[in-house]
């Protein structure tokens, strides 16, 4: 099974500095948080982008070993990534363009299934492409600035709708109420035994 997958964004960062972004795995944890399926990546002995430069990116699958496999300072960066047995394969491709604007970053993921993850291949699929999305979406985030009404503004707003807790005169407003058990319900007095009916 195998499914390709296309997504495009625009920065106004150079093809530059999203190459620099891109071509160093030791850097990822500078802008790409961890979530349920990325748990991080280890890098090589080398971290340049050099073509057979490799890391390993921990995921709930297990580690899926990468390598790059192409890379062109301010243009491209190309990778394979492979679990030990193959089960999942995935190439993909960042091409950059310059634009009026800064930059337009192209990632081309190609996802393949096989083995051990056949059966849940569509699965596997959609959440690979969700990772995708998230990627290309803070990778934007790390070179832009967070966009208006994000994640964490939406939290501050909640957070001064919430209730705020009583004040001090609030508190002194309402008085708490003792009562002693026997003065508020009486004294507890033992019920007789139950008897069953006389015949």
Known sequence: MTRQSTITIATTASP???????????????????????????????????????????TPLGKVRGVVTDASPGRLVAFRQATDDDALTID????????????????TGRIAVAGRLRPVGPLV??????????????LKEHLDGPAPGDSSTRERTL?????????????????????????????????PPRTSPTP
């Open 92 to 107: 993909i491709v960042y091409r950059l363009e310059p634009t009026a604007g800064g930059c337009a970053v192209t990632r």
């Open 16 to 58: 530059e500095q999203v190459y620099a972004c891109l071509r160093d795995p030791r850097r990822y944890g500078d802008w790409l948080p961890r979530s349920v399926n990325y748990r991080g990546t280890t890098p090589g002995r080398t971290s340049s982008a050099a073509i057979g430069d490799t890391y390993v990116d921990h």
């Open 125 to 138: 699929t959609a959440l690979v492409r969700r990772e995708n999305r998230r990627t290309m979406a803070r």
């Open 159 to 191: 957070t001064c709708l919430r209730r705020p807790p009583p004040t001090a005169s609030r508190r002194a407003s309402t008085p708490a109420v003792w009562r002693p058990w026997p003065a508020a319900y009486g004294s507890r007095t033992p019920r």
